[in-house]
């Protein structure tokens, strides 16, 4: 019987662990995960989502994806996956009522190498804090006398 080479072990290995990694995801899929109710848009593709779709410029390529696909759109751009208002009223409407949800900024795992434990006031939650900052900056360091000096 022959020895297996170093090359025929590595590729078993990948074929079992490709085979069993979509054994697993198939099962989690329809148990574990729940269905959301996302807003129509074209399907991505799996890891650079709707990149090859872009074109420029920029308001031309939206104007055509809410033709088709109607006010709100659903986009994902690589690992980021992104809802796209292209109506003015109903962007108006939905900042009216969910303004605090969109106030803030998502957290970044870079800012807690950047700063000191996330000690910075630009990326921080909409809060009391945010708006203490808001306030020292506008009224210390944006005051007429500061620009002047």
Partial sequence: M???TDIQ??????IISFISTLVIRSFSKKTNRPRFHLPPGPRPL???GHLQLITFPLDQFFQKLSTK?????????GASKQIIISSASLATEIFKT???AFASRPPFAVEDRLTF???SFLNSEYGDYWKFMKKLCITKLLSPQALEA
């Fill in 98 to 100: 969910q303004d605090l």
């Fill in 46 to 48: 799996p890891i650079i």
């Fill in 69 to 77: 696909y109607g006010p709100i759109i659903y986009l994902q751009f």
């Fill in 2 to 4: 022959p020895k297996m």
């Fill in 117 to 119: 434990i996330a000690s």
């Fill in 9 to 14: 072990y590595y590729s078993t290995f990948f």
